[in-house]
């Protein structure tokens, strides 16, 4: 048996832990910058484990809902291994047992799952008989879906914190409900995208809408700034560079008979790439500009929020050896994750890191994906997670020691 195989087995040992653990998460959601019950249940888990010093609350994390622990054995660099915890607004529609009980919130990203392994990684690893020579450090990180009022999610205050100041690799692992157990995507480079979300208000005179020529009416430059914004992508950035921009709200006006005096639209663009990036907001703004032509005005607001989640070659090499190592049928995935956001993308920014997407879901027919109510996991895939997380940190330190 391989040590990727020892520590396979040693996760599989603590099933009944890793599935009540997250079973527990799972009934007890809480919302982004809410996680006051979560981050007391990890705290008091991970106090239970003999050898780790545990930093909690906003002193020691940077953030109250924050949660840490490290683990050193003897002399070496620091790894740092991250979890998120947070859960989403959406009220769940599964009947299981462990059903969310918390009405109108639900662990529909696999968090709890998330929050699980790593509780589960840092059990194996405390373990006397893993041997590695250096530090671990367990990142239970909140808010990874929603932003404060200052913008920022989970990752940035753990940075400000300092906490990733002596780390020289991440690792991390997200649910993947598209596939099934037994497959998992792994890609280096750009693998989700930048997330930055735009607010824009067209202004005109408004007036009788009988007498539209009377007045400027920002309905009607809406139309033109729409189809400007689906050119954006499709005819103005190059088709080698990813860019999605969607609008997914737009208000105005509230009578038959009166052409409002402005519209406000809000929207989010992705992209893989800084100047893609770029390129979207200044492209953006030109697209707004076209109302200056109709006689209207103009504001626009974008804001930068999580950068594009960018795997470094190395660590994403020391994934790719500790999976085919521990589960050598497994199917790797070569592929990026899509258009979505990781606040992770914050500590890969700041730190060589990857992420991978562990295939946990039921069949292809069952449409349960990520953020839907009837979300769910296979949880055999808890003990794999545990070990792939354990398995690349002391892959990574025994290799830079020699
Ligand atoms: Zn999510
Ligand atoms: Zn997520």
């Known amino acids: 048996m391989n ?7 040693k996760a599989q040992n603590i099933y009944s832990s890793l599935v009540a653990w997250r079973r527990y998460l ?10 006051k019950n979560t981050a007391s249940f990890v705290e008091s888990e991970l106090r239970k484990i003999d050898g780790i010093k545990v930093l909690a609350g906003k002193e020691e994390t ?3 809902t924050g949660v840490a622990g490290i683990l050193k054995k003897g002399e070496g660099p620091v790894v740092a291994l991250r979890a998120d915890m947070d859960a989403l607004p959406i009220q769940e529609e599964n009947e299981s047992i462990y059903k969310s009980q918390n009405f109108g919130v639900m662990h529909a990203c696999g968090h709890d799952a998330h929050t699980a392994i790593l509780l589960g990684a840092a059990h194996v690893l405390a373990d006397t008989d893993s041997p590695f020579s250096g530090t671990i450090k367990f990142l239970f ?12 999610t989970g990752a940035p205050y753990f940075i400000q914190k300092g906490l990733l100041d002596d780390v020289s690799m991440a690792f991390a692992l997200h649910m993947d409900p598209e596939n099934e157990p037994g497959s998992i995507k792994l890609h280096q480079g750009p693998s989700m995208a930048n997330v930055d979300t735009f607010k824009g208000i067209i202004y005109g005179t408004g007036g009788h809408g009988a007498y539209p020529h009377l007045g400027t009416d920002p309905v009607w430059m809406l139309s033109f700034v729409l189809q400007a914004i689906q050119g954006v992508a499709a005819r103005r950035t190059s088709p080698l560079s990813p860019a999605v921009i969607s609008v997914g709200e ?10 409002p005096e402005k519209v406000t639209l809000q929207g989010t663009m992705r992209s893989y790439d800084k100047n893609t990036r770029k390129h979207l907001d200044k492209e953006l703004h030109q697209a707004f500009s076209l109302v200056e032509s109709m006689g209207g005005s103009l504001e626009l607001d974008i804001e930068h929020g999580e950068p594009a989640l960018s795997n470094d070659q190395k660590a994403v090499e020391i994934y790719k050896s500790v999976i085919q190592e521990t ?4 199917h790797i995935l070569n592929e990026p994750y899509g258009l979505g956001g ?8 700041k730190v060589p890191s990857a992420m991978l997407f562990l295939g946990a879901g039921f069949s292809k027919k069952e449409n349960r994906g990520l953020h839907m109510p009837c979300f769910d996991i ?5 003990p794999v997670g545990v070990s792939l997380l354990a398995g690349s940190a002391i892959y990574y330190l025994n290799e830079t020691h020699e």
């Open 327 to 330: 589960f050598p049928t497994f």
């Open 62 to 64: 940077g953030i109250e």
């Open 141 to 152: 990180q909140p808010a990874e879906e929603g932003s404060d009022d200052t913008g920022r």
């Open 250 to 259: 737009i208000k105005t006006g509230s009578s038959t008979n009166v052409i």
């Open 3 to 9: 040590s990727g195989q020892m520590l396979y087995k």
């Open 26 to 35: 799972h009934q007890h959601p809480e919302l982004s910058f809410e996680e």
């Open 342 to 349: 990781e606040d992770f993308g914050y500590i890969a920014e």
């Open 378 to 382: 296979q949880e055999e895939i808890l």
